[in-house]
């Protein structure tokens, strides 16, 4: 059965630094998503991204993120200067508005 | 904008029992779609269940069941013949014209042997 997949699993950053975060969506999947979850809390949106272009971002997606989709299979979030606040666990997702299918995450812990 | 409510913070039952959780929803759109999602200690994120809001009947998928009353805004989760790999964190959602999903807060589910 087709599933998304993260890397890495887990990532360990200083505060400042650029860190990327990388997703394999499901191949017939148009739809792209990264939601985030701070520990304890519910699961945030961040930004969804269709035929190449972002369709809808939230106020956490500031200027400090960014999506690309840099290959067919690809799908990245950047964070330019990673802020303690940053750290989480971060969810792509692939689908549509009919299901979604979550990665297994990538554990992100800034320092 | 779509809100998903979950008052509830946790529940426990006994296995082989059957549990309800709760969640209720508002938004404008007429178009929608609701799911369950379940995040064990690991953290991955599992569809377990999903509703069309045109759809009348109630979905189920095996011991999964959901009673969705659409008047009310509600959405609950009926979990029959709970097992301890039920124990989990469950999250209720929403998508709309956007597709982006909106979460509840979540519920700790605790099933007892």
């Known amino acids: 059965e087709p599933e998304v997949t993260q890397t890495p699993s887990h990532q360990v950053t200083q505060m400042g630094q650029e860190v990327i975060l990388r997703c394999v969506p499901i191949?017939?999947?148009?739809?792209f998503y990264w939601y985030r979850q701070i520990l304890g809390q519910k699961v945030e949106f961040l930004v969804s991204?269709?035929?190449?272009?972002?369709?809808?971002k939230s106020e956490i997606f500031d200027d400090q993120f960014s999506v690309e989709r840099p290959d067919g299979s690809n799908f990245t979030l950047k964070i330019r200067s990673t802020k303690l606040e940053d750290s989480a666990m971060y969810f792509c997702?692939?689908?549509?508005?009919?299901?979604?299918?979550f990665g297994p995450g990538t554990r992100l812990l800034v320092l | 904008a779509q809100t998903v409510t979950q008052s509830q913070p946790e529940m426990s039952v006994q296995e082989a029992e059957t549990v309800t959780l709760s969640c209720t929803y508002d938004?404008?759109?007429?178009?929608?779609?609701l799911f369950w999602y379940k995040q064990p200690p690991s953290r991955q994120m599992i569809l377990v269940i999903r509703?069309?809001?045109?759809?009348?009947q109630n979905a189920t998928e095996n011991r999964f069941s959901v009673n969705f009353q659409k008047a009310a805004k509600s959405f609950s989760l009926k979990i029959s013949d709970s097992q301890l790999g039920d124990t989990a964190m469950y999250f209720c959602?929403?998508?709309?014209?956007?597709?982006?999903?909106?979460f509840g807060k979540g519920i700790t589910l605790s099933v007892r042997p």
């Open positions: 191949s017939n999947h148009l739809y």
């Open positions: 509703q069309e809001a045109y759809k009348q």
């Open positions: 997702a692939s689908g549509g508005r009919e299901t979604q299918y």
């Open positions: 938004t404008s759109e007429n178009n929608y779609y």
């Open positions: 959602a929403a998508t709309g014209a956007n597709s982006k999903l909106t």
């Open positions: 991204f269709y035929n190449n272009e972002i369709s809808e």
